[in-house]
Nanobody
């Protein structure tokens, strides 16, 4: 499975960005997918995940209410709508896919990773 994230950029505090993740899978709804991020000097952390078919989602507490992961755009496997961005959201964002059956917040449960896209939020 090949994944490619896009849509990052520079935005001001309080702004919005929409990240997209393209997949080589014929039907990406067959696999759990998620977003992670990694800031300089920090470990990779979970952001959001969506179940197969898209019936369930889960979010990190730090982004709950501000970010939305979905499978609504037919051009992409998943998207991440980020509203109310804060400087602490600055990181490289990665999309990932898991062959496991259930949602997971743990990076080691994801088998496939795309290259990251940089999100920078200025104060």
């Amino acid at each position: 499975v090949q994944l490619q994230a896009s849509g990052g950029g520079l935005v001001q505090d309080g702004g919005s960005l929409r990240l997209s993740c393209a997949s080589s899978l014929r039907d990406s709804r067959s696999i759990v997918m998620g977003w992670f991020r990694q800031a300089p000097g920090k470990e990779r952390e979970f952001v959001a995940a969506i179940s197969r078919i898209g019936g369930s989602t889960t979010y990190a507490d730090s982004v709950k209410g501000r970010f939305t992961v979905s499978r609504d755009d037919p051009k992409y496997a998943i998207t991440l709508q980020m509203n109310g961005l804060k400087p602490e959201d600055t990181a490289v964002y990665y999309c990932a896919a898991s062959s496991r059956r259930f949602l997971s917040t743990q990076p080691n449960q994801y088998d496939h990773w795309g290259q990251g896209t940089q999100v920078t939020v200025s104060s």
